[in-house]
């Protein structure tokens, strides 16, 4: 450890390490708008500027190295003015929309506009104009509203290893588009929404569907159904400032039903219902020699990601439908059956952590053109909005329960939140399977947590098992590659799209931070330990729907409803 001295009291500090991260050790703020905690600087947006002793310009502090008695002056006046006129030259080529913004309220712009006590503009010209993009299913883009400084670009390609955006033109035309600037709906993009988790402005938002919501709940000819993802319970509660992780999912389904939610169903009853399935599926290939690596199917991001980029691997891929697929369809079928609906009659809507979700109830693939699995499917953040604008507060509700015949539901399937959570329920349920035991610790530690990249070999019934789970897209090309090139001790392989699993999917809450990421991943794992209900096999709900409806897993009628196939898909690039 060095010290160096800020604002005239001494700090302690890494060698070698960039300034702003000593600075935000040690509680002093500076503001950015390009820092990426824990990737190589850029200095773009120069937000960050300071003084320092024998240097004759302001220095960005993301992208200068500490050394030894450095002194430094973070908001000395030639500082604070730089950030000024940064911001009231950005502002000056802005929409001036910031009321009906998405973002209004949590746009770090109008922060620093606030923070820096602006409040008349200084410059005035003309202003870009920008064509929006609106051709995607998932995601829009207002580039008008974007201010370069490619938070966006770094994550699409450095997280996410897609690179499905980046720089383009020169100078004052300089902007970020897909390529040959066509729309994202032909572009490499999956649809992941980890650039708008980024995006620190309204340039980048997803595609709303409140609006088709409320017209289902205010026409009385409809049955209006919802469904809420395992993650999303462990989540929702940060917008109304509950400890990070806090389970709220009783207070939602109260807030559901007063929204005037017909009925409310988990969907992790289906992610036990997917596990059956899955699990099934794998052991069926272990037995016949069937396609190996099995890889799983419930991130749509990922889907696409293999269509578009290893369409060799779509064979590999479980033909198993996502945990919101297969809910649409029983809903549509055995409840509309059980209930005496129309199935045309039924609005059904999933509440999920991911912008890509809304890609996959609009594929062919997922139910029919007349009836679909899924009609509108809402972010995290959409269900927050919804809920305000009810003027309901999720800490002033009683808890309520879920309805039957989807009301209960395993722990292991409410582990899908989490990275490695399908492929903890899957193993739990594939053991019984080729054993007829439980497994004598349900916990998986091999799969837990947030690295990269997990792997373990696991001996049931004398037979060595070979899993891995993949965290985020990034590390996907790696291991497909090496099984491209001949790799063989592997049988199961996990991907989520998104870093950290549906914890931290692309549609759950802008101000989200890894921290609160590992809160809600520890607090899944809390529910797990605790539960009586541990496995998807031993759920009696699901057993229930097997004996009156489905048959066997991988039984005709559930491979009708609860599985579908891929196809290659040409992109842009």
């Known amino acids: 450890m060095i010290t160096i001295e800020v604002n005239g009291r001494p700090i302690a500090a890494k060698k070698g390490e960039m300034l702003i991260a000593a600075l935000d050790r040690a509680g002093i703020k500076v503001p950015t708008l390009c820092y990426m905690k824990d990737r190589f600087p850029t200095g773009a947006c120069r937000m960050c500027v300071v003084e320092i002793e024998g240097q004759k310009g302001l220095i960005p502090s993301c992208a200068y190295p500490v050394a030894e008695g450095m002194k430094v002056q973070t908001h000395s006046p030639r500082a604070v003015n730089a950030r000024k006129t940064i911001v009231e030259l950005l502002l000056a080529d ?57 938070k966006c ?52 938002r997803e595609r709303s569907s409140i609006k088709e919501v409320w017209g289902a709940l205010n026409d009385p000819e ?36 007063r929204l005037g939610f ?36 419930c991130s749509p991001g990922w889907i696409k990601y293999v269509e578009q980029n290893y369409p060799e691997f779509m064979g590999n ?47 062919s693939e997922m139910g029919t053109r007349s009836i679909p699995d899924i009609d509108a499917v809402l972010t995290t953040r959409e269900f927050i909005r919804m809920i305000r604008m009810s003027g309901l507060d999720l800490n002033d509700l009683e808890p309520d329960t879920a309805d039957t015949p989807f009301g209960e539901r395993s722990t292991a399937g409410k582990l899908f939140g989490a990275s490695g959570g399908v492929m903890e329920a899957a193993v739990r349920t594939a053991h019984y399977l080729l054993t007829g035991r439980e497994l004598k610790v349900m916990a998986l530690e091999a799969v837990r947590g947030m690295k990269d990249r997990k792997e373990a070999q696991l001996e049931i019934n004398g037979m060595k098992i070979g899993i891995a789970v993949v965290n985020g897209l990034g590390g996907a090309k790696p291991l497909l590659d090496e099984i491209r090139a001949g790799r063989d001790d592997l049988h199961f392989i996990e991907v989520m799209t998104c870093p950290g699993g549906c914890i931290n999917g692309g ?20 529910l797990d330990a605790k539960a009586r209900l541990r496995t998807s096999h031993s759920n009696p709900s699901i057993m229930r729907i097997y004996k009156e409806f489905l048959g066997d897993p991988l039984g005709p009628v559930s491979h009708r409803l609860l599985h579908t196939k891929y196809m290659e898909r040409k992109v842009l690039n």
């Open 153 to 204: 670009v770094r994550t699409c390609e450095e997280v996410q290893g897609v690179s499905a955006i980046s720089f383009a033109g020169r100078g004052c035309r300089t902007f970020i588009g897909t390529a040959f600037n066509e729309g994202m709906n032909i572009s490499s993009c999956v649809y992941c929404g980890q650039c708008i988790k980024v995006c620190p402005t309204g340039a980048l």
């Open 94 to 150: 802005h929409p001036d929309d910031c009321l009906y913004c998405v973002r209004n309220g949590n746009c770090d712009l109008q922060k620093m506009a606030e923070d820096l006590g602006l409040r008349r503009r200084r410059y005035a010209g003309e202003k870009s104009v920008w064509k929006m993009d609106l051709s995607s299913p998932a995601i829009e883009r207002d580039p008008d509203k974007c201010i370069l400084c490619g």
């Open 507 to 526: 549609g759950q809450p802008i101000d989200m931070n890894m921290d609160a990421v590992k809160a809600r991943m520890a607090a899944l794992y809390q």
């Open 317 to 363: 891929l479980s033909t198993c439908k996502s945990p919101q697929q297969m809910m649409g369809a029983v809903i549509k079928s055995y409840f509309a059956e059980k209930m005496g609906l129309s199935p045309k009659k039924i609005f059904s809507v999933s509440i999920m952590p991911c912008t890509a979700k809304k890609f996959e109830a609009t594929r």
């Open 222 to 257: 409809m049955t209006v159904v919802v469904q809420h993802a395992p993650s999303v319970s462990v989540t929702v509660g940060d917008a109304f400032g509950v400890k990070p992780g806090v389970d709220m999912a009783g207070a939602m389904t109260t807030a559901l039903r």
């Open 262 to 297: 017909d009925y409310v169903f988990d969907t992790s009853f289906s992610a036990d219902l997917t596990i059956m399935e899955e699990a099934s599926e794998l052991v069926q290939r272990i037995k016949t020699g069937g396609k190996l690596p099995m890889m799983t199917s």
